[in-house]
């Protein structure tokens, strides 16, 4: 953890990187891999190496203050400080390298030595050190500046793709909220009506009942937060609340029957995922039959999925390809919508006529529980 930690820091992943990457360079490219080659190096020849390994650093530590002053400028201005940069470091960095073989450590006495005991393999060995300094100083340079600039591109890349899913994310938050806080004003408004009717015909005793059953259910509304997920069991004893306010009016004409398997108990739902359904299901079906009806909640666990059934005996609706025709409803359009956004394709919401008469909602949603 400290370890991530410490590199997710920008600054030290740079002197990481840069220290690391140049003695990675100067000590396992240069020197170890010509002691390969020679299976001997010529004397003090690592502590050549470490010089100009040192210069590398300090130069290409200049190109890293040109490049972030030009960082705000316009791409060809980038492109060109690119270019003139490397190249100058480049060239910088072989006078450097030139100087210090041919004026201090080639003309050494213990150097000549050396060389007479190469032999033939002297002036190859010669060549080889020449031509590698000049390729090497140039690529090594132009080399360093691309992996900078791949690196930056990278970062600022990680940033907006992070930034992009946080909008992503708290865009995603506020849509859920506001598909679920649409339900709320709804019920209360259907509720308020019924209360008031019931203190134009004087039934105080059942508007104070409506009254305190609101307060409870209103209170346990506030108390979730509408992007919690909450047990079955849970949104059943939701329900249960909901249904007091309503039996103030339905009276016997109202009745619940459960089905819920045990297993099924435990599944986590978003919360109140199911009361804008019975609402929907009291106003369209039961409160438009004479004698009421039956509501009937149903919950399965099936191949990974949670299957739900709320249905009715109302008088039913026409449906066309699994929909009401112009329907206006909240209930049935924001629980398409919520389930939509947090489930995406994973789920299913159906609506089929209820034998003999009535309306049949089918939802399945993948099984998760608490235990997770």
């Given amino acids: 953890m400290k370890f991530r930690k410490l590199f997710s820091d920008q600054k030290t992943l740079f ?170 004003p709804h019920f209360l408004f259907n509720t308020l009506n019924a209360i008031s009717t019931l203190i134009l015909e004087r039934q105080t005793e059942s508007a104070n009942h409506m009254v305190t059953r609101l307060s409870s259910f209103l209170r346990y509304s506030l108390d979730n937060d509408p992007m919690q997920k909450i047990t079955l069991d849970q949104e059943i004893a939701a329900l249960k609340l909901y249904l007091d306010i309503e039996k103030v009016r339905f009276e016997e004409r109202l009745s619940l029957e459960l089905d819920i398997a045990e297993e099924a108990s435990q599944a986590v739902i978003p919360s109140l995922l199911l009361q804008p359904l019975v609402e929907n299901a009291i106003k369209y079906g039961i409160a438009r039959a004479e004698e009421g009806g039956k509501l009937r909640i149903a919950a399965r666990v099936f191949a990974g999925d949670l299957l739900l059934e709320l249905s009715d005996d109302g008088p039913g609706v026409e449906l066309v390809d699994g929909l009401i025709p112009q329907a206006n409803g909240v ?12 489930y995406g394709s994973q789920h299913s919401f159906r609506l089929s006529k209820t034998s003999p008469h009535g309306l049949t909602v089918n939802i399945r949603i993948p099984f998760e529980t608490t235990l997770k």
Avoid: C
């Fill in 15 to 184: 002197w990481v990187l840069h220290l690391g990457g140049w003695l990675a360079w100067g000590i396992i490219g240069k020197y170890g891999l010509t002691r390969a080659m020679l299976e001997d190096t010529a004397p003090n020849y690592f502590l050549y190496v470490m010089i100009i390994t040192v210069i590398a650093i300090v130069l290409s530590l200049g190109l890293r203050y040109l490049f972030r002053y030009l960082w705000s400028r316009p791409l060809w201005v980038q492109a060109m400080g690119f270019v003139l940069g490397s190249s100058a470091a480049g060239f910088l960095w072989l006078q450097a390298r030139s100087y210090l073989y041919v004026g201090w450590f080639e003309g050494t006495k213990d150097m000549h030595e050396w060389l007479e005991k190469l032999g033939n393999a002297a002036e190859l060995y010669q060549k080889v050190s020449y031509m590698e300094t000049y390729i090497s100083a140039w690529t090594m340079m132009l080399a360093w500046s691309i992996l900078y600039f791949f690196i930056k591109y990278y970062q600022i890349f990680q940033t907006v793709q992070k930034s992009a899913l946080k909008s992503a994310a708290m865009a995603h938050e506020a849509q859920l909220k506001m598909l679920r806080y649409q339900l709320n």
């Fill in 331 to 342: 209930g049935l359009r924001n629980t398409r919508e919520r389930l939509l956004e947090l």
